[in-house]
């Protein structure tokens, strides 16, 4: 027969055992987190570092547009209105050369006729 001291013993000792690898395995879990989150916090600052210049890439788009506008209005749209102001301008006054034209093709034609029938017979 086996002495009940050495059983409790060694039952203590596999239980003493037991709880040491749970100890174990607890801390390799924690510290398997800790890593997971300082891996996700670095993403995300990651992340959030290129939305920040994302958003500074954008406000100074939204800048450089803004100023393209205003250099656009102050310069060159006077010169389009001007441009515009001339096209109608020798729009108007081809039509009135071709008015004019017509008119005076119009007369030759007329008189030719009449010249031809007084000298022509």
């Known amino acids: ?3 009940p001291l050495h059983d409790i013993q060694r039952e203590l000792g596999r239980l003493i055992g037991l709880v040491e690898g749970i100890k174990d395995d607890q ?19 990651a992340a959030k570092d290129r939305a920040e210049d994302a958003a500074h890439a954008a406000d100074a788009a939204k800048t450089a547009a803004d100023t393209a506008n205003a250099k656009i ?11 515009r102001r ?3 301008a020798g729009m108007t006054w081809l039509a009135i050369a071709g008015v004019a ?5 119009a007369f030759v034609i007329w008189a030719w006729d009449v010249i031809r029938a007084k000298f022509g017979g």
């Open 1 to 3: 027969m086996t002495d």
């Open 27 to 45: 801390e390799k879990e924690t510290r398997r987190a800790s890593t997971s989150r300082r891996d996700l916090h670095a993403k995300v600052d």
């Open 73 to 83: 209005e102050k310069d060159i749209m006077p010169v389009i209105d001007e441009v």
């Open 86 to 88: 001339w096209k109608f």
């Open 101 to 105: 034209g017509a008119s005076v093709l």
